[in-house]
Nanobody, 124 residues
Framework: EVQLQASGGGLVQAGGSQRLSCATS????????IGWFRQAPGKERERISC????????KYGDSVKGRFTISTDSRKNTVYLQMNSLKPEDLAVYYC?????????????????WGQGTLVTVSS
């Protein structure tokens, strides 16, 4: 059974940092791209970053480029999202998801398996 478990959310002050983790199981880690998404109140879910651990290819959304860093630990089948210089507009539920292949895609529908989400609250 494919499972993704996102964790690490919480309350952080604007300008601070937070690291999210996505523990995965039930599939060959290097065979699928893993994406981080977020959904702010009243907004659509957006892909903010994704990574292919097979060749280490990475993409970032414009809203987080230069502030967030995605990485993987293949020994632990885990994907991380290091978030720095957090802003109040980063407040959202953050999700990790696994795609159907290694391609780095933007669309929500391109990701087949989803974790449960972890809330990041940024206070101003």
């Amino acid at each position: 059974e494919v499972q993704l478990q996102a964790s690490g959310g919480g309350l952080v002050q604007a300008g601070g940092s937070q690291r999210l983790s996505c523990a995965t199981s039930g599939f060959t880690f290097d065979d699928y791209a893993i994406g981080w998404f977020r959904q702010a109140p009243g907004k659509e879910r957006e892909r903010i970053s994704c990574i292919n651990s097979y060749d280490r290819s990475i993409k970032y959304g414009d809203s987080v480029k230069g502030r967030f860093t995605i990485s993987t630990d293949s020994r632990k089948n885990t994907v991380y999202l290091q978030m720095n210089s957090l802003k109040p507009e980063d407040l959202a539920v953050y999700y990790c998801a696994a795609a159907s292949d290694r391609a780095l895609r933007t669309g929500v529908l391109s990701y087949r398996y989803w974790g449960q989400g972890t809330l990041v609250t940024v206070s101003s």
